[in-house]
């Protein structure tokens, strides 16, 4: 079975120590499913696993395993070339998603080509009740609509989300930090108003004045906004 083979490749490249240091980066999942097979490795792997004719098995065979062949799916789902496909794909794997590390490497090249199209999956992402595929939403948004795609309504989709889930609350940091960066003026009303809970608001916070991107004059005003 192509799960098998999958497995004994990710076992012969084994780095234990390497283990050990992603099992302290991530603390949602037992320690014991991580490998240890660098991202490099992985990539090449995947690129590899491309060419195959039975690939489809192992896309559906879930739950996986082990913390690397989530790695391994989520590297293939970003090579995806056709968009309808991928948007099945993610309905079938998002659900599954259970690290911040998994969550953050999905990033399908195929959005880049539709991003009109690819937002009401985003809006679909947001209302999830699943912490990862939320995250994964506002990471779509972070990367793909904070430049030419930007729209004052997506901000707005992401203040708008309410969660207990730290690593939701942490994307959404991430993305007003990110989103300082790139459009300050459309952004920094949301934290003015205090759009985002306390934790979130402060992080953004300090995410933004630890970034290049942002001028020592908007630094310091963003620190005199510190709830």
């Not at 490998?35 to 992985?42: E, H, N, S």
């Not at 506002?138 to 795609?149: C, F, I, N, R, T």
Request: hydrophobic residues 45%; proline residues 5%; aromatic residues 12%.
């Amino acid at each position: 079975m192509i799960r098998k083979e999958i497995q004994n490749l990710l076992f012969a490249e084994q780095d234990k120590p390497y283990a050990a240091f992603t099992a302290k980066l991530i603390h949602t999942i037992d320690p014991q499913t991580i490998i240890g097979v660098r991202i490099p490795t992985l990539r090449s792997m995947a690129k590899d696993l491309l060419k195959r004719d039975d690939l489809e098995v192992f896309l559906s065979d879930l739950p996986h395993q082990f913390f690397e062949e989530n790695q391994l799916h989520v590297l293939l789902l970003s090579q995806q070339k056709d968009f309808e496909r991928l948007l099945l794909e993610l309905d079938g794997f998002l659900p599954y998603i259970d690290n911040w590390a998994t969550c953050d490497i999905l990033a399908p090249k195929i959005i880049a080509k539709h991003l009109p199209d690819f937002l009401p999956y985003i809006q679909k992402c947001l209302s999830s009740e699943h912490e990862y595929t939320v995250r994964f939403g506002v990471g779509m948004l972070m990367s793909h609509y904070l430049g030419d795609a930007f729209d004052l309504q997506y901000p707005e989709w992401v203040a708008s989300i309410h969660s207990d889930a730290y690593y939701v609350n942490m994307m959404i940091a991430w993305y007003f930090a990110t989103a300082l960066a790139k459009q300050y003026k459309a952004i920094v009303p949301f934290i003015e108003q205090k759009r985002l809970s306390p934790w979130t608001h402060n992080k953004a916070i300090q995410k933004a004045i630890e970034s290049r991107r942002i001028s020592s004059e908007a630094k310091s005003y963003l620190r005199s906004l510190k709830r």
